[in-house]
Every structure is written in C-alpha cells, then in structure tokens.
C-alpha cells in the first residue's frame, strides 16, 4: 500500500472516529441524538454553534439516517450507496483537516 494511500485511509478513519464521538458526546450531554435539525432552531446562537459541530458529526449522522431508513423504509440499494459514498468523503474531508491541524499544533509529526 502506497504512503498517500495509507494517509488517506488514516484520515477516513480518524475522521469517521471524530464524528462519532462528536455525536456520542452531543447524545451523552443533551440527552437526545444530534440530527440535522439543530440547523432549524431559527436565529440563535446555539444555530449559529451547531455549523462547526454538524460539519465534523455530518458523516456519522448520516450513515446513522441511512441504515435507521434501510430498516424502516426498505431503501433502494442505489440511495445507501450513494449517501454512504457521500458519508465517506466528508469524513475524509473532515479527517484530513483534523490531521493536519494536528500537525500544524505539533501534537502529530
């Protein structure tokens, strides 16, 4: 496997890992599962706070409607590969940033 290769994979990962724990920790706090509706609470600036947040949970909440609508609504094939390619470049987009925050910190050579 190539290094680029390699580094992208850990960024897939790393990124998917941070989503869920972005998620669990919203859920552990709120006491209620993060969704795409925090964007819908109007004017304020808990709207305003849950952009970063839903940019870095986006893949996990994704993949999370997915497979609850494949058991609930018998989805096509086609829909859940598509959001599930979609889930997985967002989390290499969100993973790749994460990563290379991390070494501009110093915390990752």
Request: proline residues 5%.
């Amino acid at each position: 496997m190539s290094p680029e290769a390699l580094n992208s994979l850990f960024s897939l990962c790393i990124g998917f890992a941070l989503a869920g724990a972005l998620t669990s920790g919203f859920q552990a706090i709120v006491h209620r599962p993060a969704g795409f509706g925090l964007l819908q609470e109007g004017v304020a600036p808990s709207t305003f706070a849950a952009v970063p947040f839903l940019v870095f949970a986006a893949p996990f909440i994704i993949m999370r409607n997915t497979l609850r609508g494949v058991q609930v609504e018998s989805r096509r094939f086609e829909f859940v590969m598509m959001a599930t390619v979609l889930a997985g470049f967002w989390s290499l987009m969100s993973g790749t940033f994460f990563v290379m925050t991390l070494r501009a910190v110093g915390l990752l050579v």
